[in-house]
């Protein structure tokens, strides 16, 4: 068991120290300048190691944003129940938040001068923001494709865009969340889902 653990911390300090290294070299030289082969020296690993964690290094660049998305999407589905869409984003943009590190700037300077990188990142947070639009129009009794929750996961996104890339302070996330409420709470009251006519 202990070694199992061993080996479990081994691994993910390997994970990290590749993804370190990654996106070191693209935020210097650029992702497509960057090869596979120039991460596994900077990691002092092998290359075939790489792609054993990375299969490709598209996934590779876009994987910690991955990683953030499926849990903000879990976090959406798998609130306690009685809880809000809204309350289950706070809580968990406040643990991201906490969460923050060296690695998470590092990403987030590879991303600024990597546009091609930037918009795959946006694509799937966009898949995510649907999600939210649904959840809440559920929430709400009301369709999905309505303009009240596509503002609203419109805003929330640009409200965890904000927070996350600015190492916020409790005051920030305060204020975001204050201004996400008021956004939704301005909203006209939902028409009704009507089913579709026989």
Not at 36 to 58: C, G, M, N, Q
């Amino acid at each position: 068991m202990m070694s199992e653990g061993l080996r479990e911390r081994s691994k993910a300090r390997r994970r990290e120290a590749i993804l370190r290294s990654a996106y070191r070299l693209f935020a210097d030289r650029g992702f497509e300048a960057t090869t596979i082969a120039d991460i596994a020296e900077a990691a002092e690993v092998s290359p075939r190691t790489v792609t054993l964690y990375f299969p490709s290094k598209l996934e590779l660049a876009t994987s910690r944003f991955d990683a953030f998305t499926d849990r903000l999407g879990a976090a959406l589905r798998e609130r306690a129940e009685g809880q809000s869409i809204v309350d289950a984003l706070e809580r968990w943009l406040r643990a991201e938040a906490a969460d923050l590190g060296e690695l998470d700037d590092l990403y987030d300077r590879m991303l600024e001068l990597n546009p091609q990188v930037r918009a795959v990142a946006n694509t799937h947070l966009a898949e995510v923001i649907q999600e939210g639009t649904r959840i809440l129009a559920e929430e709400r009794g009301e369709a999905p494709d309505g303009f009240g929750p596509r503002m609203a996961a419109a805003a929330a996104a640009a409200v965890v865009c904000e927070v996350m890339c600015h190492a916020p302070q409790e005051r920030d996330i305060e204020t975001a969340m204050a201004f996400l409420r008021a956004g939704i709470a301005a909203l006209p009251a939902p028409r009704p889902v009507t089913d579709p006519a026989p």
